[in-house]
């Protein structure tokens, strides 16, 4: 079993920035790939972006290209999520999660294990 912690959420006003931390339980971690999710009110959760276990390999939606940088530590069993120049439609719940086999995905049903969510909330 993985437990999954993120932080770093927040409010911002638009264009500033935040950086989400995501700590995994377990001894195994830098054998999974990483992914970051976010859901707003009455929307689906969305892929925002994702990195393979080596960290060499990192994934983003068009939404949030040049603008988010996905990282990991593996020798802290940690995940990140460095967002600039945010903007009010970023605000959402954000997701860590991980997934144990096969490649990296840009989709929900391809991870195993999920946080419990942090919120982001960017102001006009």
């Known amino acids: 079993q993985v437990q999954l912690v993120e932080s770093g959420g927040g409010l911002v006003q638009a264009g500033g920035s935040l950086r989400l931390s995501c700590t995994a339980s377990?001894?195994?971690?830098?054998?999974?790939?990483m992914g970051w999710f976010r859901q707003a009110p009455g929307q689906e959760r969305e892929f925002v972006a994702a990195?393979?276990?080596?960290?060499?390999?990192?994934y983003y939606a068009d939404s949030v290209k040049g603008r988010f940088t996905i990282s990991r530590d593996n020798a802290k069993n940690t995940v990140y999520l460095q967002m600039n120049s945010l903007m009010p439609e970023d605000t959402a719940v954000y997701y860590c999660?991980?997934?144990?086999?096969?490649?990296?995905?840009?989709?929900?049903?391809?991870?195993?294990?999920w946080g419990q969510g942090t919120q982001v909330t960017v102001s006009s």
């Open positions: 990195i393979d276990w080596s960290g060499t390999g990192t």
């Open positions: 999660a991980a997934g144990v086999v096969g490649g990296v995905g840009v989709s929900p049903p391809e991870y195993d294990y």
């Open positions: 377990g001894r195994t971690f830098a054998s999974y790939h």
